[in-house]
Nanobody, 115 residues
Framework: EVQLVESGGGLVQPGGSLRLSCAAS????????MSWARQAPGKGLEWVSD???????YYADSMKGRFTISRDNAKNTVYLQMNALKPEDTARYYC?????????RGQGTQVTVSS
């Protein structure tokens, strides 16, 4: 069974940081493109970042320089380091199999940026 389990979300003040994790199982993680996407209340799904099997990374413009995606193929885990968080980053964050954030996703983890 394919599973994606996100964790690491929470409440953080503007300017703060969080590191999200996504533990994957049930498929060949090391050869899979993985991505992060987010969905804010009342809005559609927004792509955040992709990471390819060999480590190439891509980001949405609004996340460049603040977010860093990485992966540990030995642990079947993909990460999203988020720095300089803004209130508009408040959303539920999902990891997904494949690029663009539109593939099979986990349950997500909530990130709330507020003072």
């Amino acid at each position: 069974e394919v599973q994606l389990v996100e964790s690491g979300g929470g409440l953080v003040q503007p300017g703060g940081s969080l590191r999200l994790s996504c533990a994957a199982s049930g498929f060949i993680f090391s050869s899979s493109v993985m991505s992060w996407a987010r969905q804010a209340p009342g809005k559609g799904l927004e792509w955040v970042s992709d990471i390819y099997s060999r480590g190439s990374t891509y980001y949405a413009d609004s996340m460049k320089g603040r977010f860093t995606i990485s992966r540990d193929n030995a642990k079947n885990t993909v990460y999203l380091q988020m720095n300089a968080l803004k209130p508009e980053d408040t959303a539920r964050y999902y990891c997904a199999i494949g690029g663009g954030g539109v593939g099979l996703r986990g349950q997500g983890t909530q990130v709330t940026v507020s003072s």
